[in-house]
């Protein structure tokens, strides 16, 4: 059964910077992180090429950062630059075909 544990979220004024963790209980190469924002359909921010360099959306291109420690089945999302429009629950998950089963994900709240 695949677990997926997000962590890291918080509130944050416009400018700031956090770093999200993922936790996964299976090897899986190719997570990406997403993010539903109130009203909003779940979207894809950021996942990797096969190459292992990261894919991003273009709203958060040049401020977010996708990593990974497949030895800690963890993966990371460095954010910065944080706007009010990032605001939203933050997710990790299988790219491109998603698991069915969701963690809990991680709060962000971007607000002065």
């Known amino acids: 059964q695949v677990q997926l544990v997000e962590s890291g979220g918080g509130l944050v004024q416009p400018g700031g910077s956090l770093r999200l963790s993922c936790w996964f209980s299976?090897?899986?190469?190719?997570l990406g992180w997403y993010r539903q924002a109130p009203g909003k359909e779940r979207e894809l921010v950021a996942s990797?090429?096969?190459?292992?360099?990261?894919n991003y959306t273009d709203s958060v291109k040049g401020r977010f950062t996708i990593s990974r420690d497949i030895a800690k089945r963890t993966v990371y999302l460095q954010m910065n630059s944080l706007k009010p429009e990032d605001t939203a629950v933050y997710y990790c998950?299988?790219?491109?075909?998603?698991?069915?089963?969701w963690g809990q994900g991680t709060q962000v709240t971007v607000s002065s």
């Open positions: 998950n299988s790219v491109p075909h998603p698991y069915d089963t």
């Open positions: 299976i090897s899986v190469f190719s």
């Open positions: 990797f090429t096969r190459r292992g360099d990261g």
